[in-house]
């Protein structure tokens, strides 16, 4: 099912014509449709989730994985089923390192704008500090067209994407 076939019959012919599901099978007899419907109609989501886990034990008694991995050069690792969404590691290394100036910038864009000094606060800090001051001076986000952004909100609002992407580079 993770190769996208679905049919019991499609699984069939897979374990007689692919070179994988033979591997798998080792040398015994091709199921039948019907074993594996019996398969499936039979397997309930806790012994999926104990078959699961037993693999991945026997995977970190091997010592194949670490499990500290969350993504490895030249590799696409899906995610959300949408084979777009995967993750190149230089990538994100790239655009880690670039959080800072664009933080920098920021600090310094606070300082031409509200005149408070920032230059020793992390984004974390800034970002709360911001949403602060948005709320001792009591004033609403404004968003959509003909919306005119307070210049505090657009602080604001570069300090949360600063703040969310630091965590999601992470």
Known sequence: MSNGVYSTRMIQQQCEE???YMWLLQGYATPSHMTFQRFFAHCAL???MNLFSQIMEAIARRDTLTFNEVFIDGTKLEANANKYTFVWCKAVEKKLSML???L???KQDIWNELGLDAFYMNDEFVYTFLAKEIEV???VLVQGKGKHKTPLQRLYERAESLY???KEYE
Request: aromatic residues 0%; proline residues 6%.
């Open 18 to 20: 692919n070179i994988n």
């Open 164 to 166: 969310e992407k630091r």
């Open 104 to 106: 920098s910038v920021l």
């Open 46 to 48: 806790d012994i999926l």
């Open 137 to 139: 001076r009591h004033m």
């Open 100 to 102: 800072p100036t664009k």
